[in-house]
């Protein structure tokens, strides 16, 4: 479930059809605010995408949100803006993440993006919770429409971490009803190990209850030969 974060703001009252009429006033506001913000970035030759545009619900400021890979300068560009809307003008720059945050779309689940739906905060995603989740490393299938890690790939970060602390790793020596063998595969959400038992070596992996396989050991891997020094 979504957090909630506290304190929240005030609810001064139900909206009114006149609330309504107003609203759809600034709607109309703020694409043409857009509209003009984009031929004015064009115009000053500004390295800078425009996202979004929002206008407060008392018009007392448009609020203009833009990506860049760079600091801009667009104090001209406020001043221009300024002439034309007879507001105060801010400008935001945003990150990436941002950006589909603001703009939507759809995920490789099928589902809107969930930072547009109802994700509040981004959260820190690793590659290492790809990899603790034996997900393919393909950056393409484990990023969202921003480009970074999917942020739901540490959604499930903490259960996996703490079934694999009860899973034998790979390369375990363990004890099974049917002899001794070594850990070649783990499924951690199911307390799955595959065991390649010592007396049937060419025999496939036989599955287990972690549970039901006792740890004995460690593989000794060979150490790798150091170059010689020069």
Same mark, same amino acid.
């Given at each position: 479930?979504?957090?909630?974060?506290?304190?929240?703001?005030?609810?001064?009252?139900?909206?009114?059809?006149?609330?309504?009429?107003?609203?759809?006033?600034?709607?109309?506001?703020?694409?043409?605010?857009?509209?003009?913000?984009?031929?004015?970035?064009?115009?000053?030759?500004?390295?800078?995408?425009?996202?979004?545009?929002?206008?407060?619900?008392?018009?007392?400021?448009?609020?203009?949100?833009?990506?860049?890979?760079?600091?801009?300068?667009?104090?001209?560009?406020?001043?221009?803006?300024?002439?034309?809307?007879?507001?105060?003008?801010?400008?935001?720059?945003?990150?990436?993440?941002?950006?589909?945050?603001?703009?939507?779309?759809?995920?490789?689940?099928?589902? #809107?993006?969930?930072?547009?739906?109802?994700?509040?905060?981004?959260?820190?995603?690793?590659? $290492?919770? %790809? &990899?603790? /989740?034996?997900?393919?490393?393909?950056?393409?299938?484990?990023?969202?429409?921003?480009?970074?890690?999917?942020?739901?790939?540490?959604?499930?970060?903490?259960?996996?971490?703490?079934?694999?602390?009860?899973?034998?790793?790979?390369?375990?020596?363990?004890?099974?009803?049917?002899?001794?063998?070594?850990?070649?595969?783990?499924?951690?959400?199911?307390?799955?190990?595959?065991?390649?038992?010592?007396?049937?070596?060419?025999?496939? #992996?036989?599955?287990?209850?972690?549970?039901?396989?006792?740890?004995?050991?460690?593989?000794? $891997?060979? %150490? &790798?030969? /150091?170059?010689?020094?020069?």
């Amino acid at each position: 479930a979504a957090e909630i974060i506290s304190p929240l703001k005030k609810v001064l009252r139900r909206a009114t059809p006149e609330d309504d009429a107003h609203k759809k006033e600034n709607d109309a506001k703020e694409k043409e605010a857009f509209r003009v913000c984009e031929d004015m970035i064009i115009r000053h030759g500004l390295e800078m995408k425009l996202v979004e545009v929002e206008c407060t619900f008392d018009n007392s400021k448009l609020l203009f949100y833009f990506t860049s890979e760079s600091r801009v300068d667009f104090r001209d560009l406020v001043k221009d803006l300024a002439s034309v809307f007879r507001t105060r003008i801010e400008l935001r720059q945003i990150g990436i993440r941002d950006e589909a945050k603001m703009i939507g779309g759809l995920g490789i689940c099928g589902r #809107p993006v969930c930072c547009h739906t109802f994700l509040e905060d981004f959260g820190q995603v690793s590659i $290492k919770m %790809a &990899k603790e /989740q034996n997900l393919s490393l393909n950056t393409a299938k484990i990023s969202g429409t921003c480009g970074r890690l999917m942020c739901c790939l540490r959604y499930e970060h903490d259960t996996y971490e703490e079934e694999i602390r009860k899973t034998p790793k790979v390369d375990s020596l363990v004890r099974t009803d049917d002899g001794d063998g070594v850990v070649v595969e783990t499924v951690p959400l199911q307390g799955i190990v595959k065991v390649q038992l010592s007396q049937n070596p060419d025999a496939a #992996p036989k599955a287990y209850n972690r549970d039901d396989v006792k740890l004995i050991g460690y593989v000794k $891997k060979e %150490a &790798k030969p /150091q170059p010689k020094q020069q």
